[in-house]
């Protein structure tokens, strides 16, 4: 008996190392598409994907300071919820905001941050992005909002995050860039490119003057249908 147990056990360490392994993979291939969809240029910006359960739960993060385009599995760095790291790397330096979402929201599967250009250029002017296309409401609410500034990896910029994104699936962050959360890695990557081209639509429409916004009936029916919104099931 006791042989089959430490054939179990050992079977589900296996297990669960081949799922951190995959994890690990999809962690930089995400990475690297958001590079490739012109979300982010050098070692800016970071991914991040929950990982684990219970005591064992936590993050995958992108190191600090890396080209995406080097990296390897051995570099992605797994964080504990209480701010404690493992792995041969330093993780992102916004770590500590990817930490408060996974702990204050049970919908945070993976995040994306990033310094895309239209975003940004937003960011930079302190703007919320009003419901001049329905599809912001995509992204939870009627706007999506530009967090307070405060300087890259401190708790002050995380918990202005946390308030931004309070029944939020994205915001600004002030003179600094964009943050996204899906239910994982492909959903918040694909909110993030969506983000970006909003962004670019409302600046390009602020060119030819103050573009028209829906009411707060017209965006609470545009919620109320994107509930069921998709392929379901």
């Not at 919820?81 to 500590?96: A, T, V």
């Not at 910029?157 to 600094?176: K, T």
């Not at 994107?226 to 099931?233: E, P, R, V």
Request: aromatic share 6%.
């Amino acid at each position: 008996m006791a042989r089959v147990r430490q054939a179990a056990q050992a079977c589900s360490r296996s297990t669960r190392k081949s799922a951190m392994d995959e994890l690990r993979r999809q962690l930089i291939i995400t990475a690297q598409r958001m590079d490739a969809a012109g979300l982010n240029k050098g070692t800016a910006g970071n991914v991040s994907v929950r990982a684990g359960q219970g005591r064992a739960g936590g993050f995958l993060i992108t190191p600090t300071g890396m080209p995406y385009e080097t990296l390897v599995n051995e570099d992605m760095v797994f964080m504990h919820l209480d701010g404690r790291c493992e792995g041969r790397r330093k993780p992102s330096s916004e770590w500590r905001f990817h930490r408060d979402l996974y702990a204050a929201r049970a919908d945070a599967g993976a995040i994306v941050h990033a310094h895309s250009p239209f975003a940004t250029s937003l960011a930079c002017l302190r703007l919320d992005v009003p419901a001049f296309h329905y599809m912001i409401a995509r992204f939870g609410g009627a706007t999506v909002r530009c967090a307070g500034y405060a300087t890259f990896g401190t708790q002050a910029l995380s918990d202005a995050v946390l308030l931004a994104m309070a029944q939020r699936r994205a915001c600004l962050l002030a003179n600094h860039g964009m943050l996204v959360l899906g239910d994982d890695l492909a959903q918040a990557l694909a909110l993030g490119v969506e983000l970006e081209a909003l962004c670019e639509q409302y600046w390009r429409a602020c060119q030819l003057g103050p573009p028209v916004l829906l009411d707060a009936l017209e965006m609470a029916t545009v919620l109320a249908k994107f509930a069921d919104y998709g392929q379901q099931g």
